[in-house]
């Protein structure tokens, strides 16, 4: 199974709350995360003693400019509970110019955090 890290904004990942993430990932690893792919949350690296948290499915990534993320994304990301606002979060990911991997998901509750 897929993992994908939440080190950053673990607890709205646990809570449900965060739905989108940007990733500046290679292509080569973007092109795993197709629409219905099924990954693990985990709260860091395993290599840095990270556990794991509860799976998600994937509904799209894509590739989206920084500065063209609306305000829904940016509460997608998990918003004011981590950045003082969308510019803020911009900023910090790099600049509007920059272009990661937007990865939507819906977390699926309910099943055992121990699969595979």
């Known amino acids: 199974m897929i993992h ?3 080190a950053r904004t673990p ?3 646990v809570d449900y ?3 989108e993430t940007r990733r500046f990932w290679k292509p080569r690893h973007a092109a795993k995360f197709q629409p219905g792919v099924v990954f693990m949350g985990i709260t860091k690296d395993f290599r840095a003693k990270g556990e794991r948290i ?3 499915r994937v509904v799209f990534c894509k590739k989206e400019r920084l500065g063209d993320m609306s305000e829904e994304s940016f509460e997608r990301e998990g ?3 981590y950045w003082k606002n969308r510019g803020a979060y911009i900023e910090e990911m790099g600049g509007p110019d920059r272009v990661p991997y937007v990865l939507r998901f819906e977390h699926l509750k ?3 955090h121990d699969l595979p």
């Open 11 to 13: 607890e709205a990942y």
């Open 4 to 6: 994908v890290s939440y």
């Open 54 to 56: 509860h799976p998600s």
């Open 17 to 19: 709350s965060k739905t």
């Open 110 to 112: 309910g099943l055992n």
């Open 79 to 81: 918003g004011t509970r």
